[in-house]
């Protein structure tokens, strides 16, 4: 059904004052954290959802697994064995390997620890991995020997649930409550001591060999040829106050399932791996054993490893794998809106919810309607995650849509309410006055669609009952029901009160009359005991009378 101007400006301004009512609050506890776990949630769903990707070719993980402890009898690995390993892996000519293996406490023979400190220290390939200090950690150095720019940290910054879902790319160690034995680059909590990851040296290292450095541009942000690494700020996305003070990424997985392949260290010393399965790649080395415990927590509800746990090394390999890709392949880093364009999202969804609400007059109808609404959303906010890697508000927008559509209905009864009440009682005044004949009912139809026009508006009660009778538009059948209906009510109510008027006035009547004779005929036996007396002495002659 078409509205006027007046209408449609009416019903948006309903609309949109109910909407801010429902909004304003949604936003106000988002801001406030009350929605960062469900949104987190549904964030990890999405990534759950996406399809699995190719693998990553220019990356190979040489695992030292719970089969490699048996075979080599070591726990942990000696310092010997891992020299031996790390020299074959560099006669076959990889860009960078990755060392995500503590080497701080001396493993074997000291025959075996000279070696591994003689080969990381001549070594332009090998990164050796550190932990920074934090306030309740004092940190863990890179292995020994690890020359000045061989060093990165393997650190992962955990959200409040202990899930990995973002990457530092440069990061400062903290002041520590508990320092160390001994001062390192990863306990050195100056601020000028920048220390790059262990995934991000690593592409850097691989993409130099493309002509390919980083360079910051305008914004201090990090630009690696045409692709810059935006860094997140603490509101990135459903986040609330998050610690980034350092410089960092969300982490885009490619898989739960293994999309990097893997060679044992026991195959490479044992020369059953190929050489140029390992040249020009990013080699990275790590625990893959459970005895190892070198488990994190992950988006996904289950890896090949277990439930939501993925062994750190492999989580480093998606880390790589997430800046080669971004430089080289045009696979889009994860990116959201600004803090403005997220609620105003929020607030036209919930105007479409209203709208619906509105135009939806069954409440089966409207049901489906908001159905079909949280489908779409779901939809509209997946394929933007899918498609462009854009992380937009799901959840709040959701529950923003159906306050509005909820709160819109109820308006729109209340109003519909208000409208019938005035119908009724100028119904009834007007028939009590004897000026509701069939002549005049067409002007009372009129008047009823004015009513009608009125109440879409937003008029109250008073307002419609305070309408005059001039004429108004052609009424719709609906409009003319709906007056036959109440103006049936108000004749039968008219005629049921004028009956009960009649029957107490004849009750009222007959009892006058009752006692009208009850009082003629105590007056007439008053009059017969003083009458007989009276006429005895009129009759009876006198004393004197009868001497004479």
């Known amino acids: 059904m078409a509205l006027g101007k007046s209408s449609l400006r009416s019903v948006l301004k309903t609309v949109l004052l109910t909407s801010l009512v429902f909004v304003l609050p949604i936003v106000a506890v988002r801001s406030l954290g009350g929605f960062e776990g469900v949104e987190l949630a549904a964030y990890d769903d999405f990534l759950r959802r996406r399809s699995v990707e190719q693998p990553d070719d220019r990356i190979v993980i040489m695992t030292i697994s719970d089969n490699d402890i048996e075979r080599l009898q070591q726990f942990p690995i000696h310092d010997g064995t891992l020299a031996q390993a790390l020299q074959k892996l560099e006669s076959y000519k990889p860009r960078a390997i990755g060392m995500d293996i503590s080497r701080d406490v001396p493993q074997g023979a ?3 620890r000279k070696q591994l400190i003689e080969t990381i220290a001549s070594s332009e390939t090998i990164v050796s991995g550190c932990l920074l200090s934090t306030e309740n950690h004092p940190g863990s150095p890179p292995a020994p020997g690890t020359p000045e720019g061989g060093a990165a940290f393997a650190d992962f910054p955990p959200d409040t649930d202990q899930v990995i879902r973002r990457v530092r790319l440069i990061s400062t160690p903290a002041p520590s409550k508990k320092p160390g034995r001994t001062q390192h680059l990863c306990n050195n909590a100056s601020a000028e001591n920048e220390i790059p990851s262990l995934s991000f040296q690593l592409a850097v290292m691989y993409l130099a060999a493309t002509g390919i450095n980083p360079e910051p541009n305008a914004r201090g942000e990090i630009q690696l040829g045409k692709r810059v690494l935006e860094r997140i700020d603490p509101s990135f996305g459903s986040y609330v106050r998050a610690d980034v003070n350092d410089y960092q990424m969300m982490l885009n997985y490619r898989s739960a399932k293994p999309v990097f392949r893997e060679v044992s260290i026991s195959d490479v010393l044992q020369n059953r791996v190929s050489p140029g399965s390992i040249r020009d790649r990013v080699v990275l080395i790590g625990n893959t054993s459970e005895v190892s415990k070198d488990f994190l927590a992950t988006p996904f509800i289950q890896t090949q490893l277990g439930l939501r746990n993925m062994h750190g090394v492999i989580v480093h390999a998606h880390a790589v794998s997430q800046i080669l890709s971004a430089v080289l392949n045009q696979r889009p880093p994860i990116r959201s809106w600004s803090d403005v364009s997220e609620p105003l999202w929020i607030w036209v969804w919930s105007i479409s919810g209203g709208l619906l609400a509105f135009y939806s007059r069954r409440l089966g109808l409207l049901i489906l309607a908001l159905i079909g609404t949280g489908l779409a959303l779901w939809g509209i906010s997946y394929g933007l995650f899918l498609s ?29 309410s208000g409208y019938a009440q005035a119908l009724y009682e100028q119904l009834r005044e007007q028939m009590q006055s004897g000026g509701a004949g069939r002549d ?15 109440a ?7 307002a419609l009952v305070s309408l005059g009778m001039e004429p108004g538009v052609t009424a719709t059948p609906a409009m003319k029901a709906l007056y036959e209906q109440m103006a049936t009510k108000v004749r039968q109510e008219l005629a049921a009160e004028q009956f009960a008027q009649k029957v107490a006035t004849a009750q009222t009547g007959s009892g006058t009359s009752k006692t009208n004779r009850m009082q003629a005929l105590l007056s007439r036996a008053q009059q017969s005991r003083t009458q007989p007396a009276t006429d005895a002495n009129l009759e009876s002659p006198s004393p004197e009378n009868s001497h004479a």
């Open 388 to 416: 462009q890697a854009l992380w937009i508000p799901f959840v709040p927008t959701l529950i923003g849509a159906i306050l509005t559509a909820l709160g819109v209905r109820l308006a729109d009864l209340a109003q519909r």
């Open 110 to 112: 000291p025959a075996g």
């Open 440 to 454: 005049r009912k067409g002007d009372y139809l009129e008047n009823l669609v004015r009513r009608a026009r009125a």
């Open 456 to 462: 879409r508006q937003g008029e109250d009660a008073a």
